[in-house]
């Protein structure tokens, strides 16, 4: 089946400008997470949804990072007014319910210029 | 805080000569330990998950095993395309969001 999808693979964006990442975790997987890997640095949690239930947004950075899942499925991850250290792949996983273990997508990789 | 480290960060073999990489980690309550594989331009790849001190898993020439303190993740006669970024990272069993807490990884290169 279908693995974890992201898009765009790469967006480049102008300091200032808001920009929304795309999320599609495999069908049936009802936890969906972000985390930010930027250079140099191992992978940082974002954000977590699981299901219904109201997400943890415990690793978010600021107050301009946000996220939404509609239907249980499909996730953004919106960036507002884009600063240069906001500049890392961005990266989404999913896990089944039940399981511990996380599949992740290809990741976005986003440049603020 | 929960605290993951790998070592070595970067390791070159030569292709079949066998070795091992470090995670040691630092938690309030282990609930898994994950291996992911990443290589560049791509997502982390499962590789193994283990639970209890004592655990060992195996898939082709990679080998994982779980002490209270620290994972192992043991090449045997690795090949060139084994050639990756190992990352391993811990999930506890406080709060609510099982996310992953990752160590900075270690970059093997293997030479033909």
């Known amino acids: 089946g279908a693995g974890v999808s992201q898009s765009p693979s790469n967006k480049v964006t102008e300091k200032g400008k808001d920009v929304e990442l795309r999320c599609d975790p495999i069908?049936?997987?009802?936890?969906l997470y972000w985390y930010r890997q930027s250079l140099g640095q191992g992978l940082e949690f974002l954000i977590y949804?699981?299901?219904?239930?109201?997400?943890?947004k415990s690793g978010l950075p600021s107050d301009r990072f946000s996220a939404e899942r509609t239907g249980g499925s499909v996730s953004t991850l919106t960036i507002q007014r884009t600063q240069q250290e906001d500049s890392a792949v961005y990266l989404c996983?999913?896990?089944?319910?039940?399981?511990?273990?996380?599949?992740f997508g290809p990741g976005t990789r986003l440049t603020v210029l | 805080e929960d605290q993951v480290t790998q070592s070595p960060e970067a390791l070159r073999l030569q292709e079949g000569e066998s070795s091992s990489l470090n995670c040691s980690y630092t938690?309030?309550?282990?609930?898994?330990l994950f291996w992911y594989r990443q290589d560049p331009g791509k997502g982390p790849e499962f590789l193994f998950t283990?639970?209890?001190a004592g655990e060992e898993k195996e898939k082709e020439r990679l080998k994982a095993t779980l002490t209270k303190k620290e994972s192992f993740l043991h090449i045997t006669a690795p090949k060139p395309e084994d050639s990756a970024t190992y990352l391993c990272?811990?999930?506890?069993?406080?709060?609510?969001?099982?996310?992953?807490?990752f160590g900075s990884g270690t970059q093997l290169t293997v030479l033909p």
């Open positions: 990272a811990v999930q506890t069993v406080s709060g609510s969001a099982r996310q992953l807490t």
């Open positions: 996983a999913s896990s089944h319910p039940g399981f511990n273990e996380q599949f």
């Open positions: 938690v309030s309550g282990l609930r898994g």
């Open positions: 949804f699981q299901g219904n239930s109201a997400p943890d």
């Open positions: 283990l639970y209890s």
């Open positions: 069908s049936g997987h009802t936890a």
